[in-house]
């Protein structure tokens, strides 16, 4: 009886993981990665061939609003990554203020789906998103559920790509 039903769990996993990145990433909390890097080198020079479209929705848990700077990174399971310094104007309060959704060009290098996302704070005001999309010309859209508190000087988010190597094996 419990074996049959963790059978199916897993089963359920599967399926819902091979179709839906969507909603798998709700169940997953974001982490702390302390041997993530974004590799500058590598983006110069694979150039900014690509437009990506960075939806973020700031959680009405936010304080009013920040003037922290806030880096993202994201990529796919070749290697190929997107880093941007900083999102949004820094004279610009408006951006990240509580309850709000900023939407973000980004251009960058070229990448197949998107499995993986980070973001990283500095400042004094703190933070909290409640989710992050994005979706390129290679990529379908992918929600990135945080609804936390990004933490200082420490990479913060979500790596799926291990999904994909499973999925190459299991083939
Ligand atoms: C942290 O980042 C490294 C480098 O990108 C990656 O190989 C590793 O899987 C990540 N760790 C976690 C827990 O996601
Ligand atoms: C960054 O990318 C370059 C070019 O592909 C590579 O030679 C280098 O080893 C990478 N650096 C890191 C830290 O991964």
């Given at each position: 009886?419990?074996?049959?039903?963790?059978?199916?769990?897993?089963?359920?996993?599967?399926?819902?993981?091979?179709?839906?990145?969507?909603?798998?990433?709700?169940?997953q909390?974001?982490?702390?990665?302390?041997?993530?890097?974004?590799?500058?080198?590598?983006?110069?020079?694979?150039?900014?061939?690509?437009?990506?479209?960075?939806?973020?929705?700031?959680?009405?848990?936010s304080?009013?609003?920040?003037?922290?700077?806030?880096?993202?990174?994201?990529?796919?399971?070749y290697?190929?990554?997107?880093?941007?310094?900083?999102?949004?104007?820094?004279?610009?309060s408006?951006?990240?203020?509580?309850?709000?959704?900023?939407?973000?060009?980004?251009?960058?290098?070229?990448?197949?789906?998107?499995?993986?996302l980070?973001?990283y704070?500095?400042?004094?005001?703190?933070?909290?998103?409640?989710?992050?999309?994005v979706?390129?010309?290679?990529?379908?859209?992918?929600?990135?559920?945080?609804?936390?508190?990004?933490?200082?000087?420490?990479?913060?988010?979500?790596?799926?790509?291990?999904?994909?190597?499973?999925?190459?094996?299991?083939?």
């Open positions: 009886m419990k074996t049959k039903t963790v059978t199916s769990i897993i089963l359920i996993f599967c399926v819902a993981a091979s179709f839906s990145t969507d909603d798998q990433t709700r169940t909390l974001p982490q702390a990665n302390e041997s993530f890097k974004p590799n500058q080198t590598l983006q110069q020079q694979l150039g900014s061939s690509c437009t990506y479209t960075v939806t973020i929705k700031t959680s009405c848990s304080p009013s609003y920040t003037r922290d700077q806030i880096s993202l990174a994201f990529g796919d399971t290697g190929y990554q997107v880093y941007v310094p900083r999102l949004g104007d820094p004279y610009d408006r951006t990240f203020e509580r309850c709000s959704t900023d939407t973000f060009q980004i251009y960058g290098p070229c990448t197949y789906q998107i499995c993986y980070y973001l704070r500095t400042g004094y005001d703190g933070w909290m998103p409640e989710y992050v999309t979706s390129g010309y290679y990529s379908s859209p992918v929600t990135f559920y945080y609804n936390a508190f990004i933490p200082y000087g420490v990479w913060y988010g979500f790596d799926y790509c291990y999904r994909y190597s499973a999925s190459t094996a299991s083939a």
